[in-house]
């Protein structure tokens, strides 16, 4: 039978708030939580570790979600309860305490979709902040559809210092519809697993290989000794991004929603590239510069191969 919590005070709940609202509980455990029927019906089982559900909620459960909850760990709560462990104002009655994927800067490049990172890689490099999952995790895990980019042109996507949660979210979500290879984002990006963020991405999370750095402008050098070419989202550029061939690996640098690029960041890029814009805008949204630029490039690739749907 499930347990039932009816109290808000109840040390499992006050865990989930935590998770919830402490970027480092999530970091320090390696778990961060999914709510909604979408999303966590979404959710790859693997990446599952409990799941909390109101009983009108069971009642009412879609096919999808009776499977996620007869074959994980079910924890029965009042409604009274559930908003209090909600992030959002008006929860669907269910939620999911989620482990983390965690990549390799390998599996970026699209040449081992899906790759993940083992324990021991994840004690000798401090460039990522989470926690990798037990290895027999590793071996079920579902490629998501990266399966397709392997053997593809790198195209990868480097964010710097983006602080707004949608922003993030509707980035990771873009890139994959886009057909990106991966996303490398600098320490100062907002946290990829805040519940906003999470929402935002609709489980592109799960899809979308990431790395998180300690310094872009090295990981921009390593790109281009492996063949990158890097391009930078700047006012300063002269030329405007469909003018770039992009059919080879390429990466787009995508700066602070506020004060754009480092100078110093961009000085690594290969080139300054422009976004030409109408009117009296002098700038884009973050995620929407960053969805022109990744379209582009799958439009070339496209083409190039003969191919007319992203993906094929």
């Known amino acids: 039978m499930p347990d039932i919590i009816s109290s808000g005070s109840n040390p499992r709940i006050r865990k989930l708030v935590e998770l919830q609202k402490k970027a480092k509980v999530r970091r320090e455990t390696g778990l ?8 966590c019906s979404d959710t790859p089982p693997q990446y599952i570790k409990e799941v909390y559900a109101t009983e009108n909620r069971i009642k009412n459960a879609s096919e999808k979600e009776k499977i996620l909850l007869r074959d994980h760990p079910l ?6 309860v559930m908003a209090k462990a909600a992030d959002t104002t008006t929860p669907q009655g269910i939620m999911c305490v989620a482990r983390m994927p965690v990549y390799s800067r390998e599996s ?3 040449k081992q979709a899906g790759e993940r990172q083992d324990r021991r890689q994840d004690k000798t490099q401090d460039e990522t902040q989470y926690k990798p999952q037990d290895r027999r995790q590793d071996k079920t895990q ?4 990266r399966d397709a980019a392997a053997g593809r ?6 964010l710097e210092d983006i602080q707004d949660p949608g922003n993030l979210g509707t980035i990771f979500r873009t890139a994959e519809a886009a057909g990106a290879t991966g996303i490398i984002m600098s320490r100062g990006t907002v946290d990829l697993f805040h519940p906003k963020v999470v929402r935002a991405t609709m489980s592109a999370i799960f899809r979308m290989p ?3 750095s300690n310094d872009l402008c090295l990981e921009v050098c390593a790109l281009r000794e492996k063949g990158i070419r890097s391009y930078a989202a700047h006012l300063g550029g002269k ?9 080879q690996g390429c990466a787009f640098l995508i700066g602070n929603e506020g004060n754009g690029l480092t100078g110093a960041l961009t000085a690594q890029a290969d080139e300054k590239i422009i976004i030409p814009m109408a009117g009296s805008a002098e ?3 973050a995620a929407m510069a960053a969805g022109i630029l990744m379209y582009e490039a799958a439009r070339q690739r496209r083409i190039a191969c003969g191919r007319t749907r992203i993906g094929e």
């Open 239 to 247: 030329r405007i991004y469909d003018e770039l061939p992009l059919t």
């Open 142 to 145: 579902e490629a998501g559809g």
């Open 283 to 285: 700038s884009l949204n």
């Open 210 to 212: 990431f790395y998180i």
């Open 32 to 39: 961060f939580v999914i709510e909604g029927t979408r999303l």
């Open 108 to 110: 970026l490049l699209g």
């Open 153 to 158: 042109a790198p195209l990868l996507l480097v």
């Open 75 to 80: 924890t029965i709560v009042t409604e009274e």
